[in-house]
């Protein structure tokens, strides 16, 4: 059953101001533009003031420079957007990961479950684990030898979590995910490719999303480690020995080479391409797409790569590129002449 809140008692929630009748229900956060009645919804940007005269919501979240604008009941608070996220977090509907202990989850004699775990159907959990209060895993996950688990995390179906790897706590695992598979290492003997074991592991701090078929490889000696508060979009590869910084985010389909160090509180954008053994500062934006082959040292948007064109477009400038060599050449020609001239 949805969970239904008057004006009132979300407005409390969210430390908002009400202006309206706040016995008015709400049960679900909506668009502006498709919002009807038990709906709320959210202005995050002025350009879009004029949506609010059609709007058929209950209520908006809404600044107060942006109230005059405003048709119906309306929570003002400092960041809409802020709110629209809170405000879904009271009305989500998303079920648990599992419920209780299911009979057909495999669960090692000497791992240690906290109070309230709850283990899926067909999961399996190896020796030595350590799973803390509160923690879910979904149908078919595989946890590993020794590894640990901390209190409230949840792993949605079919995770895999590697023997040694550690989770933090409040962490969020979704499907398909794979943490603390080997690392890429490998030495060349004679043609003949050899195999490095990865003795290290990964370690993965608090309140740690990570998206869908994401794969994070453990370290070859030292260990793969991110950060507290980090988001990790779907289908990403993360290295082995890579490190990542408080609260970076780090959009679908990034890949990032081995022993990379990416700094805190960066923004990277979703088919990004990192090469490994370098250093990415504190305060980093790329945009999406980016192919970052040196390291930054200065905070900043940085960008890559050549935006959508015609083919009859890209054909010309791929022509050009091709050129670039030749023409560099002349124009040291030319400007050799004019120093002499100069002179």
Known sequence: MAKQLTLTELAEHLGATLHGDGAQVVSSVASTDNAHEGQITFLSASKYRKQLADSKATAVLIKEADLPYCQTAALVVPDPYLAYALCAQVFDTTPACAVDIAPSAVIAEDAVLGQGVSVGPNAVIESGVVLGDGVQI?????VGKEAKIGAGSRLWANVTIYHRVELGEQCLI????????????????????????????????????????????????????????VIID????IAHNVTIGDNTAIAGATVMAGSL????????GGASVFNGHMEITDGVTVTGMG?????????????????????????????????????NKRLKVVEKQLSQDEE
Not at 234 to 237: G, R, T, V
Not at 261 to 268: A, L, P, Q, S, T
């Open 138 to 142: 979904g149908a078919g996950c595989f």
């Open 174 to 229: 979704q499907a398909g995910a794979v943490i603390g598979s080997d690392g890429f290492g490998y030495a060349n003997h004679r043609g003949q490719w050899v195999k490095i074991p990865q003795l290290g592991t990964v370690i993965i701090g608090n309140r740690v999303e990570i998206g869908a078929c994401t794969t994070i490889d453990r370290g070859a000696l030292e260990n793969t480690v991110i950060a507290d508060g």
């Open 234 to 237: 779907n289908q990403c590869q």
């Open 261 to 268: 160090k990416v700094g805190k509180h960066c923004f990277i």
């Open 291 to 327: 192919m970052v082959m040196r390291p930054i040292t200065e905070p900043g948007i940085y960008s890559s790569g050549i935006p959508l064109q015609t083919n009859r477009e890209w054909r010309k400038t791929a022509a050009r590129v091709l050129k670039i060599e030749e023409m």
